[in-house]
T-cell receptor
Framework: DVKVTQSSRYLVKRTGEKVFLECVQD?????MFWYRQDPGLGLRLIYF???????EKGDIPEGYSVSREKKERFSLILESASTNQTSMYLCASSQIRGEKLFFGSGTQLSVL | GENVEQHPSTLSVQEGDSAVIKCTYSDSASNYFPWYKQELGKGPQLIIDIRSNVGEKKDQRIAVTLNKTAKHFSLHITETQPEDSAVYFC????????????FGGGTRLMVKP
């Protein structure tokens, strides 16, 4: 069974902390994505990567960075967490960019 | 960039009834329109998708229709069952910017037994 695995289901951090969200996929997909999900706003793209060490900004990259050192792993980094980054974070992967995305179960991040 | 609007935000139907969720998009270059279902505690899962060269697509109890002229597409679920209860998201690709998906705001569907 194909899988996208996010390291934490729930995470609580303090304002100003550096936060790492990890995502691993086992489908050998080229493309990986980080989305943020907020009620009524749907899913908004933060960053995506179409190859190892490659990254592109999505619609809301401010306050975030990413790292893709290996094909199967894509990390989202909050350099200095703020309360407005409290949200559900979803990682996804796909073989074709923008099509047939496979999502992880999400990480609910609370920044206090 | 692309803008996708989805209605209604919540929908309650009786088991066995039909449910319809509608989306509009703004980018005339969009040519791929998927629908995702998100069950409680899980990530979204692709349930059906349609390309702009097709007006309708069916898969058992679900169907999607596309009107390119009006820039809207809809998800139809017939003979709804309690397990259809979930949040549904429509999306459209951005044909001129890397083929990224823009998602609608989501519809919470509740099917009452």
């Amino acid at each position: 069974d194909v899988k996208v695995t996010q390291s934490s289901r729930y995470l609580v951090k303090r304002t100003g902390e550096k936060v790492f969200l990890e995502c691993v996929q086992d489908m050998d997909h080229e493309n990986m994505f980080w989305y943020r999900q907020d009620p009524g706003l749907g899913l908004r793209l933060i960053y995506f990567s179409y190859d190892v060490k490659m990254k592109e900004k999505g619609d809301i990259p401010e306050g975030y960075s990413v790292s893709r050192e290996k094909k199967e792993r894509f990390s989202l980094i909050l350099e200095s967490a703020s309360t407005n980054q409290t949200s559900m974070y979803l990682c996804a992967s796909s073989q074709i960019r923008g099509e047939k995305l496979f999502f992880g179960s999400g990480t609910q991040l609370s920044v206090l | 960039g692309e803008n996708v609007e989805q209605h209604p935000s919540t929908l309650s139907v009786q088991e066995g009834d039909s449910a319809v969720i509608k989306c509009t998009y703004s980018d005339s270059a969009s040519n791929y329109f998927p629908w995702y279902k998100q069950e409680l505690g899980k990530g979204p899962q692709l349930i059906i998708d349609i390309r702009s060269n097709v007006g309708e697509k069916k898969d058992q109890r679900i169907a999607v229709t596309l009107n390119k002229t009006a820039k809207h597409f809809s998800l139809h679920i017939t003979e709804t069952q309690p397990e259809d209860s979930a949040v549904y998201f429509c999306a459209a690709n951005n044909g001129n910017a890397g083929n990224m998906l823009t998602f609608g705001g989501g519809t919470r569907l509740m099917v009452k037994p």
